[in-house]
């Protein structure tokens, strides 16, 4: 069934977990999230990107991650992630989704605030759907002459302009800088935890985690303890899917057909998307 970003979030600060939050540009992707959150019962964030827009549009995959949310048994948000421009979401909500982040973070703040606030405007009208924004630069692959830039302060998102940003837009999550890192990780990442329990108190909403990829348990459940309800996941999922592809190509070279590597691949982003659940979801599933 279809939830709301803001009661995903909410299930989360009261079982102390993060909600999953996976990117599915590919069906096998996409199926293997909706497997993993029903073998679970718990609620999981499926999400779209612009960026992956040539791996699939957000009209084809989107409409399979709507279809098979309405119909799963697990609680399924379906999210637009990183929209570039205002017109990106509207296409979201067009297909369905019932919640979009506005990725206007390497704008002028005060051009971030105001497609912000218009993409609030627009969640409102199509019926009040949750709303992301970011404030801060997270740096990513792209930045290639900073290399892995994480632990880089000066780019980390200021509790007092989270504080503002939150009341003057209305935004139900907040995308924040504080140490995570887009991407594969080529050195270890430097967490603020200071810095999450500064933001989640002045913001006054749950704090999204991006970059989720390759921390480690113990990193993950500090993280949510303090704040963090939304967790984004993509490249470690995905860069296993394409090893399990490759390791088929190897051990049956006489493979000659395509579609049984979409499957080791789905089996791959199971087994990936399975181990992230059982972390973030822990102190839940225990009971
Ligand atoms: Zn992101």
Known sequence: MLISLKDALEFGEKNGCGIASVNTPTLEMLVAAIDVAERYGVPLIVQHAEVHE?????????????????????????????????????????????SAMFDGSRLPYEENLRITKEVVELAEQYGGRGVEAELGVMPGREDGEHGNNAGDASLYTDPELA?????????????????????????EPKIDYELITALRERAGVPIVMHGGSGLSPEEYRKCIKRGVQKINYYTYADKAALEAAKKLLVEEPETFVFSPLAVAARNAVDKNFDALVQCLYADYLKR
């Open 163 to 187: 504080h503002d940003f939150v009341a003057e837009t209305g935004i139900t999550a907040l995308a924040a800088s504080f140490g995570t890192v887009h991407g594969l990780y080529k050195a």
């Open 54 to 98: 040539p791996v699939n549009s957000i009209e084809n995959i989107g409409s399979a991650m709507v279809e098979l949310a309405k119909r799963s048994s697990a609680p399924i948000v379906v999210h637009v992630d990183h929209a570039e421009s205002f017109d990106y979401v509207k296409r979201g909500f067009e297909v369905g989704f019932n």
